[in-house]
């Protein structure tokens, strides 16, 4: 498995590379619009991806309002949805996760907010801190064209409020249809707290959700809980 060997960094130089945010600025993030009433009907889905599914499943699974996340790929065939074949960056595959949610505790917009200013680096066009590849690239993949005025408005609108030094470079596509991944990639940060690469790179966020947005954190989002 490509990421089982270790990241020779330090957590300082982790933290400095994740993000191109203003410090501090996670706290003054504006809200996305608001969701459309299509949208407000029982359980809902959101697919979208930023890198490694590791560190986003573990970011979403912990907040309020969400039923389960599931770490997988999109934007390719169903035959290229393997993890080797994946990692090629030839796939046309994203790392992805698949958010099932109540739409009465959490937002399709509130979900956007925490994408955005906490799970990745919006920034970063084909990369996402130490991995590289299309198959790390930031991605909405919009079920509905609700989603998809929602994603769209609030990059807009992120992009008004200049909150980063770089160009939004996420891509708002419509969802194809999404794979779950191996087993073994499920619940990895969860399983695998003191797993090197999880402790550089994704701890940090569940650490800045917790500090930025301790309102939507679910009592039970201990790490291994």
Not at 10 to 16: H, N, P, T, V
Not at 82 to 89: A, D, L, R, T
Not at 130 to 135: I, K, L, R
């Amino acid at each position: 498995m490509k990421r089982l060997r270790i990241y020779m960094v330090s957590l300082a130089s982790a933290a400095a590379m994740l993000f191109t945010v203003a410090a501090g600025a996670a706290a003054e993030f504006p809200n996305a619009p608001a969701d459309t009433a299509a949208m407000m009907k029982g359980t809902q889905t959101a697919v979208m991806a930023g890198g490694c599914f590791w560190g986003m499943e573990g970011v979403f699974e912990r907040l309020k309002g969400v039923v389960d996340v599931t770490s997988g790929y999109s934007g390719g065939e169903k035959n290229t949805a393997h993890y080797e074949m994946v990692g090629s960056g030839t796939t046309g595959h994203a790392e992805s996760i698949q958010i099932h949610y109540n739409p009465a505790q959490i937002s399709y917009g509130i979900l956007l907010k925490i994408f955005f200013s906490v799970a990745h680096d919006p920034t970063q066009l084909n990369y996402q801190g130490p991995d590289h590849g299309t198959q790390y690239r930031s991605v909405i993949f919009y079920a509905n064209d609700g989603q998809k005025q929602v994603a769209e408005g609030y990059i807009r609108t992120l992009d008004k409020a200049k909150l980063f030094s770089q160009p939004i470079v996420t891509q708002v596509v419509p969802l194809k249809a999404f794979y779950p991944a191996e087993d073994y990639h499920q619940k990895f940060l969860d399983n695998n707290p003191n797993y090197p690469y999880i402790v550089y790179w994704d701890l940090p966020k569940i650490a800045d959700l917790q500090r930025s947005y301790p309102q939507l954190v679910a009592t039970n989002a201990a790490i291994g809980g």
